[in-house]
């Protein structure tokens, strides 16, 4: 079975964050078991992939470009919505696993070539921008969270298989130092301007910044002025190996302000036993459960405060948050072989519905 995944945005090593990890983590098991997997990703711009592939899309006479840089052949295009047709004839595959930004615009784009589709709902940043959903035919939904297939089915009235993000342990665990307060993407919808009101009132501990999205040059400036300006934070660039940023997270600062669909830090962090102070908002009490703590979003900053100061420096609730988010990286539904058993059934099922709407199936 040939499975191709496409996302209406750069992937790895363009950009590594949530959901092309969440991709590329599946992808990359699902090569393990004996699947195909290719995945269809717009470009991204000022970097050696881009570069590359602009070269060889002028050279061949072409609208997208093939690497296989992360293992697996990537087709990227700058719309792979406007150049569907041509990457699915170059692709070949079986099924379509679709991450939508607007979910009926993707499928319309997909659906002529009579490919059975997958919809992997990761977010809810467009959720009421994705369409009536609820009229889309032979469609079958993944959600990313229980939160966020109640969303799904509040608003449109679908039903969703529940999956979380598959992670897998050994690009993320590690023997950490415990020395510093780690956010992870700071920007101002995952709440960056609470974590530097943090790090003001907490100057005796360290912090460190770790870019994730790409983030606007007028934007990145001014964040980096703001951190110049405090001796204990560092910031730091994006990196596709995550242990060297565990490996030196005491806390995970989870302050966002959105409604996360899932929250795939607090998992990364939990195979080292890395607790996470978060928003209590969207998916994030199911990542974080009992392996941290758990604060409304529009809390005063000197709640966030306290519960860092106690997660910091009491050893013994410390120590009880890192045993607690370790039993909860080892939880059933959080495990790679049920994960994969239950997408490919999903897949399997998929395929088997559009087999039956043939004409003599």
């Not at 052949?73 to 991450?99: C, F, G």
Request: aromatic share 8%.
């Amino acid at each position: 079975m040939h499975i191709l995944f496409t996302l209406e945005y750069p992937h790895v090593p363009q950009v590594w964050s949530g959901g092309q990890s969440s991709t590329h983590d599946l992808a990359k098991e699902l090569l393990k078991r004996g699947m195909t997997i290719s995945v269809a990703a717009n470009l991204g711009r000022g970097d050696f992939v881009g570069l590359l592939a602009r070269i060889r899309m002028k050279a061949l006479g072409r609208k997208f470009s093939r690497d296989y840089l992360p293992g697996y052949p990537v087709y990227r295009s700058w719309s792979i919505l406007e150049n569907a047709d041509i990457i699915l004839q170059a692709a070949k595959p079986d099924v379509l696993v679709v991450t939508p930004v607007r979910a009926v615009r993707s499928v319309s784009a997909f659906q002529k070539a009579n490919i059975p589709i997958v919809l992997y709902l990761r977010d809810l940043v467009e959720l009421q921008n994705h369409g009536p959903l609820q009229e889309l035919k032979d469609i079958t939904f993944i959600a990313n969270s229980q939160f966020t297939a109640e969303r799904y089915r509040e608003v449109f009235g679908i039903e969703a298989t529940v999956i979380p993000p598959l992670c897998r342990r050994e690009r993320y665990r590690t023997r950490s130092s415990r020395r510093n307060v780690t956010m992870i993407n700071p920007h101002p919808l995952k709440g960056v301007d609470l974590a530097i009101q943090l790090a003001e009132r907490c100057p005796d501990i360290p912090f460190c910044f770790v870019q994730s999205w790409p983030l606007d040059p007028k934007y990145y400036a001014s964040l980096r002025q703001r951190v110049v300006e405090l001796p204990n934070v560092t910031l730091r660039p994006n990196t596709a190996d995550m242990r060297t940023v565990y490996g030196e997270a005491r806390v995970i600062l989870m302050p966002s302000q959105w409604e996360e669909a899932w929250g795939r830090v607090a998992s990364e962090a939990h195979f080292s036993g890395i607790p996470v102070l978060a928003s209590k908002v969207g998916g994030l009490p199911e990542s974080v459960g009992p392996g941290g703590v758990l604060v409304d979003k529009d809390a005063p900053v000197q709640c966030w405060e306290s519960h860092l100061k106690r997660m910091w420096s009491d050893e013994a609730f410390y120590q009880m948050l890192s045993a607690a988010a370790l039993a909860h990286a080892e939880r059933q539904d959080f495990n790679i072989d049920v994960q994969l058993g239950k997408f490919t059934r999903v897949v399997q099922q998929a395929i088997q519905a559009r087999e039956r709407e043939r004409p003599g199936g």
